[in-house]
């Protein structure tokens, strides 16, 4: 992709609009690409199609269409070590950190998170970060934790196409945290250097073998079939969800399930922390963002690993290996009955199908989960894990909006939001929706009872956001006014906030524009966000 600015791509893996066939004869449509730069001719080439489908291996020509985005592509781990090496060249930077008692660059840690938009001085016309900046004690100590020690007071803007400082302020000197023997997460140095020892060996087995059957990435366990695909913004993603129903066979529940953004709003109104305002998939990606799963640790029992691909920042392939673990988790009782008169008892243990992963995204990780189980249900998990991104107090300071975790270390309210996309299909086409607790049902199609069939959607525990209506954070984020948005399926409709949230200076574009459509929800493709 030659000087071309960001570039990400994976492969689209799902049936057409409105038709799940049988699993065997989807054939993809090729995998798609996305790049952007100042002008420069992007070539095209001819290309095998995407790896993760076996069954697409037909050559395909690569189709460049040109359009003007509204906002900035995602940033790349290439532009996140050059905004480092940016920051700690930079001999103004230089000279703040020896302020602050640091001599040693290698210490240094920069983190370019994406500038979002406040004003015009944000707008997409040039490619900027606003990085966070940490600092370690030991340089060569890879695994301290340089999260414990935010370095507060320094304002820099890096224009990340051409890696210069177009704006730098030590606009406050504040002292950097003692460093606390608590900071440190490896064995031997957590709780001042005493290990757990009262937890004795758990160990999973499966003397017979796991209970599902893989053909690529076309899986089959119990009553329940689907394909795993794997994106760079989404991550996994779940395709032709499918469940066999006896003499009815292969019936249909959804074209396509993932989580398709997550933002994380910051409640401190204090510099730098008002602006860290996280759209995690959008600007950084959940997918690219993923990391290699280890057994035993990761995941537990007889595990099937699989590989992403997908097109990094120089356009070539980009590949993961063991990033989405698939197995079978016990999961307590399922069902249970003792009859009081006889006194006997019937009960039946609960296994569900687990598919998995985890991406870092700067301190924080999250864990992706889709579980499927025998009753038919099926529920998506994200667990949040990894470390907080704090802030520094002077002496004796205590911050309204955060809570002291340290001496002079304090951790900014925020909130966490996901996604998920959910594109319906209860027994093929066409589908309704009713109430306020969303069942998603087909008309045309009848239960043992003579009802329509039907999924609903039974949501977990959720909030709406605590910023007030005016917080900028919300013109890219409209889509978080309402807990639950129903829309007729559109192909182009994958994104809530766009396609492009970085640096995007439209108010309401996505899902909160999408609706003002008015399109009809009843006999229709239907997608639950």
């Not at 189709?63 to 905004?83: L, Q």
Request: proline share 7%; charged share 25%; with cysteine.
């Amino acid at each position: 992709m030659g000087a071309a600015e960001g570039c990400c791509g994976g492969a689209a893996i799902a049936a057409a609009a409105g038709v799940i066939e049988e699993a065997e004869t989807v054939v993809p449509p090729p995998a798609t690409a996305i790049a952007s730069s100042k002008g420069i001719r992007i070539m095209t080439r001819t290309q095998k199609s995407h790896p993760l489908d076996p069954l697409s291996a037909a050559e395909i020509s690569v189709a460049v269409a040109t359009v003007r985005a509204s906002g900035r592509t995602p940033e790349d781990a290439m532009e996140y070590a050059e905004c480092e090496a940016t920051v700690k060249s930079h001999p103004p930077f230089i000279e703040a950190m020896k302020k602050r008692g640091v001599d040693d660059m290698d210490l240094v840690m920069v983190d370019p998170w994406c500038a979002g938009y406040y004003s015009d001085a944000d707008a997409p016309n040039r490619r900027i970060a606003k990085p966070l900046i940490f600092c370690r004690t030991e340089s060569d100590s890879p695994m301290e934790n340089g999260y414990a020690r935010p370095v507060e007071g320094i304002h820099i803007v890096i224009d990340v196409q051409n890696n210069t400082v177009i704006e730098f302020e030590d606009r406050k000197f504040v002292p950097l945290p003692p460093p606390d023997h608590l900071r440190n997460y490896t064995p031997g140095e957590t709780r001042g250097g005493v290990d757990r020892s009262d937890l004795k060996t758990l160990i999973i087995n499966q003397p017979d073998g796991p209970s599902f059957r893989v053909n690529g990435y076309f899986v089959e366990w119990q009553k329940w079939n689907f394909r795993i695909g794997f994106t760079p913004k989404e991550g996994l993603v779940i395709h032709s969800v499918a469940y066999v129903d006896g003499n009815r066979g292969r019936r249909p529940i959804a074209h396509r399930l993932s989580f398709v953004e997550m933002v994380v709003p910051y409640g401190d109104p204090n510099e730098p922390h008002y602006r860290k305002n996280a759209f995690d998939a959008g600007e950084d990606g959940l997918g690219k963002n993923a990391h290699s799963l280890k057994k035993g640790c990761d995941c537990l029992g007889l595990i099937k690993y699989f590989d992403a691909h997908f097109t990094n920042f120089t356009g070539g392939v980009e590949t993961i290996e063991n990033v989405v673990c698939f197995h079978e988790e016990d999961h307590g009782i399922l069902w249970k009955h003792q009859d009081w008169r006889t006194g006997l008892a019937e009960v039946r243990r609960s296994r569900r199908l687990t598919v998995s992963f985890v991406c870092t995204i700067a301190n924080y990780e999250y864990g992706f989960y889709w579980h499927f189980y025998q009753d038919g249900k099926i529920e998506a998990e994200v667990k949040l894990t990894g470390i907080l991104s704090l802030g520094a107090l002077m002496p004796g300071e205590q911050r309204k909006y955060g809570t002291t975790i340290a001496p002079s270390l304090y951790a900014p309210v925020h909130q966490h939001f996901f996604v998920a996309r959910m594109d319906m299909a209860v027994d093929c086409k066409p589908n309704e929706a009713y109430n306020q607790v969303v069942e998603v049902r087909n008309t045309r199609t009848v239960n043992r009872t003579g009802q329509p069939t039907g999924y609903k959607l039974v949501p977990g525990s959720s909030c709406l956001p605590l910023a007030l209506p005016e917080a900028k954070f919300l013109r890219r984020a409209g889509f978080l006014k309402h807990n639950l948005w129903v829309t007729s399926f559109k192909n182009d409709e994958m994104f809530p906030g766009g396609e492009f949230p970085n640096q995007n200076p439209r108010i309401n574009e996505g899902l909160a524009t999408w609706v003002k459509k008015d399109r009809s929800l009843e006999e229709t493709n239907l997608v639950l966000w």
